[in-house]
């Protein structure tokens, strides 16, 4: 059974930082990928960063980019993020997700002349985070 376990989120003030973990079980890094993404209520859920554990390539959302750090221990078969200068923006409930994959991970692909989010098939429970201004 495929797991995953997200631990972390908080309240954090405008420019702090927190770190994300994500625990996994029931599948192999050697060809999955995973991926955090971000929802607020009412708003469609965003891609915020993807790895993939054999080369630990990554991805990220324009909107963190230079900002957070996604890693992955493969011993422990977890990954983090790292989410420094925290703005209000911010603000969610953070998911991690995992999908089997193989040459890179992936958040959005071109759906004719739409971007669309990538389906991830395993979801963990989500972690808040919460930046005050």
């Known amino acids: 059974e495929v797991q995953l376990v997200e631990s972390g989120g908080g309240l954090v003030q405008a420019g702090g930082s927190l770190r994300l973990s994500c625990a996994a079980s029931?599948?192999?890094?050697?060809?999955?990928?995973l991926a955090w993404f971000r929802q607020v209520p009412g708003k469609e859920r965003e891609g915020v960063s993807c790895?993939?554990?054999?080369?630990?390539?990554?991805l990220y959302s324009d909107s963190v980019k230079g900002r957070f750090t996604m890693s992955s221990d493969n011993r422990k078969n977890t990954v983090h993020l790292q989410m420094n200068s925290l703005k209000p923006e911010d603000t969610a409930v953070y998911y991690c997700?995992?999908?089997?994959?193989?040459?890179?991970?992936?958040?959005?692909?071109?759906?004719?002349?739409?971007?669309?989010?990538?389906?991830?098939?395993?979801w963990g429970q989500g972690t808040q985070v919460t930046v005050s201004s």
């Open positions: 997700a995992a999908e089997r994959l193989v040459g890179g991970c992936v958040l959005y692909y071109r759906d004719g002349s739409h971007t669309r989010l990538y389906e991830y098939g395993y």
């Open positions: 029931g599948f192999s890094f050697d060809d999955h990928v």
């Open positions: 790895i993939s554990p054999d080369d630990g390539s990554t």
